[in-house]
């Protein structure tokens, strides 16, 4: 099992910007990679951004490109989410997720691949 713990979300003026951090407990963190999803009221989930579990690849959904970087702290057993440029279309619920592929370098963004799941920080961006 891994634990996933979510924080960082809150109330932000759009360009302004947010840092998410995921911190993992359970198993060996440097053999997950790690995603960041998110949820809109009334929309499905949708990725956001994927980073390998060494670090050294990552992917960002077209919306989030130029904006967001992902990153992680394998030391420390965390990943992050640095949100710059934030416009009232960020605001959801953000989710990070674990996907088990030790030294793993492609990035999934679907839902279905990753095995565990936090409870979500919510980021609301206002106009």
């Known amino acids: 099992q891994v634990q996933l713990i979510e924080s960082g979300g809150g109330l932000v003026q759009a360009g302004g910007s947010l840092r998410l951090s995921c911190a993992a407990s359970?198993?060996?963190?440097?053999?997950?990679?790690m995603g960041w999803f998110r949820q809109a009221p009334g929309k499905e989930r949708e990725f956001v951004s994927g980073i390998n579990s060494s670090g050294t690849r990552s992917d960002y959904a077209d919306s989030v490109k130029g904006r967001f970087t992902i990153s992680r702290d394998n030391a420390k057993n965390t990943a992050y989410l640095q949100m710059n440029s934030l416009k009232p279309e960020d605001t959801a619920v953000y989710y990070c997720?674990?996907?088990?592929?030790?030294?793993?370098?492609?990035?999934?963004?679907?839902?279905?691949?990753?095995?565990?799941w936090g409870q979500g920080t919510q980021v609301t961006v206002s106009s």
């Open positions: 997720a674990a996907d088990f592929k030790p030294g793993g370098t492609v990035v999934a963004d679907t839902s279905h691949k990753y095995d565990y």
């Open positions: 359970g198993r060996t963190f440097s053999y997950y990679a």
